[in-house]
């Protein structure tokens, strides 16, 4: 975000300050001896530590809830880990603000450094993992120990680096934890008003459809499977206070074509197309960016790990860039639920399977199955319909999410990451799909979001405008989150919340 001497980032055009006060929690004490801070490790493979504890978050995703993290939770993680890195690193930079305590945990400049800021953000890292993923804690000690540091080291205060990393990340998970996320609630992440949806509309028989199940074709109709309900998942974020945006109103989308219009019909014609045209590129683009283990999130994170190592990022780089990235992440999750609660829209499977009930149709059959003749009333997406509203796509807002913030960092659209998938590794056609390899390249940020929105089309679950309007929401997400970055950066930070 802050440019580097090459000039490739750009400067945003500042607003003025204001102040924010420290908790009162805080202990002015001064050290009595120097820190001792492990040495900078001279393995040119090292990552530094946004960088590592960025990937211990994707591995921490993928191992919580068996792999099956809700997206907006998943979302949540990323902003709040990368809030308290940033917010404990910022304590060590002339003039970057806190999220929370503004610049009152500022050290003196002659700890500027890299060893304390390092510490810092390991610390920090820790101290918001633990909390976010209670159940791994001894793993993530093992990962702090393994930077040279102790996991046991629980002092508050703002004179060493690991007082000032754990005083920054607890005001930040403090506030947190009152959200409207429902973190610390039982079980963890579940809506605590379990009426605030209303299921009034019916259901789609996934085994034996009947249209008179539901109500309004237009409107989610969640699938009903071996006798249970899909229920919305992550139903109370759209109430949880965003991370940069100011309301989660901010960037609503335009209301979607009406059931039964023109533009609907077009969109279903599509879906349709693509269900009897599934080549094993599709097959391969579909399954590739499901995305269930990792999480939307910690997918384009990833992206964001290419680029730290392409481009060689220094510490404060790499703070600075996940922290942006993540800001707009986070706000995606609310403003993705915001959408899909506020709109209600109907699931391919629910809308097709009630127009064509009667009516022969071409499609994919199932597993190995190829292209059948069957009545629309059975027809099936390649891959799960999720447990919640179509509109907006959350693959697409979050895609584009990144692609723009990505974009605006480096000052370039250009990516080059690419992947290979290996013949016969599908999970839904094991064996047999692809026939050959597969080798996906994005040569653009732009590229890899476009495939990540088209993989839900083809996949069978979402609408080309529920694609369309998720991509000029994350361009809106990420181009507001840089501003709102730089402007920390820059010391300026907004109200508190």
Known sequence: MTP????????????????????????????????????????????????????????????????????????????????????????????????????????????????????????????????????????????????????????????????????????????????????????????????????????????????????????????????????????????VIPFAMQSKDQFLPATPPAYGSPTQRAAEAEVLYYSRNLTDRRKAIAEFWIEAKESPTGHQNQWAQYVSKRDGNSLDEDVKMFFGLNLGMGDAGIAIRHSKKHFDYARPISSIRYENQGKTILAWGGPGQGTVAMDGKNWKPYISTPAFPAYVSGHSTWGSTAAEYLKLWTGSDYYGDSVTIKAGSSKIEPGTTPASDVTLYWNTFSAAADEDGMSRLYGGVHWNFDKNAGRQLGIDLAQNAYQVANNYFNGIAPSAS
């Open 4 to 239: 580097r001497s090459n000039g490739r980032r750009k400067q945003l055009i500042l607003a003025a300050v204001t102040a924010l006060t420290a908790g009162s929690f805080l202990t002015t004490v001064p050290a009595a001896n120097a820190e001792v801070l492990p040495a900078p490790d001279t393995n040119p493979h090292y990552d530094n530590a946004a960088l590592y504890w960025n990937k211990a978050l994707v591995e921490a995703v993928e191992t919580a809830s068996g792999g099956a993290t809700a997206p907006p939770v998943g979302a949540r993680y990323f902003a709040v880990a990368h809030t308290c890195m940033y917010d404990a690193w910022a304590a060590y930079d002339a003039k970057a603000v806190g999220t929370r305590l503004g610049g009152t945990l500022r050290q003196p400049a002659y700890k500027h450094k890299w060893k304390y800021k390092n510490a810092a953000v390991n610390y920090a890292a820790h101290r918001a993992l633990v909390d976010l993923f209670p159940a791994q804690k001894a793993a993530l000690d093992a990962k702090l120990s393994a930077r040279g540091f102790d996991p046991n080291n629980n002092e508050v205060n703002n004179y060493t680096a690991a007082g000032v990393a754990h005083t920054a990340c607890d005001a930040v998970l403090q506030f947190r934890h009152n959200d409207g996320a429902n973190q610390l609630g039982t079980p963890a992440y579940s809506d605590p008003n379990p009426d605030s949806y209303d299921y009034s509309n019916g259901y789609t028989d996934w085994d034996n459809f009947d249209k008179s199940t539901i109500q309004d074709p237009g409107k989610w109709a969640p699938i009903k499977k071996d006798g249970v309900t899909q229920r919305f998942i992550g139903s109370q974020f759209p109430d």
